[in-house]
């Protein structure tokens, strides 16, 4: 009988932390936020991809109809517009971070340029 009552909590503790409905998928699950995690592979490491990064994260939108807003193609271009250390710099900070931590006021449609550290990094504020 204590066989039995120890199976079943194990049972249970075992459901309790599988995957449910509050799992999303995609750059927004495990890897992208919340701590550490070993077993989520590197993030490339390209001015394309950490602008990727901050789409998929809701941090920046793909598209933006205003000129100067900031969006996908923008951040690419401020970017790559960097010295190539600087670039390393802020591509790196992008990967290394959460979702959490890319995400800023007024995410992703008019987001708060100042509080984008890791853009801020390479000089642009």
Known sequence: MKGFLLAGLALVTVS???TGDDVAG???ANCAQGGELTDCPDAERT???ACWRLVDC???PVDHPEEFRIDWGR???G???LTDDYQRLV???IAAST???LRVDGSPNQPNTSQMYCLRLGGNN
């Open 75 to 77: 951040c690419v271009d």
């Open 79 to 81: 970017i790559q517009s």
């Open 58 to 60: 809701g941090a920046i």
């Open 16 to 18: 309790a932390c599988g």
């Open 99 to 101: 979702c959490d931590q």
């Open 47 to 49: 001015a394309e991809a």
């Open 91 to 93: 591509v790196n900070c």
């Open 26 to 28: 995609g750059a927004r």
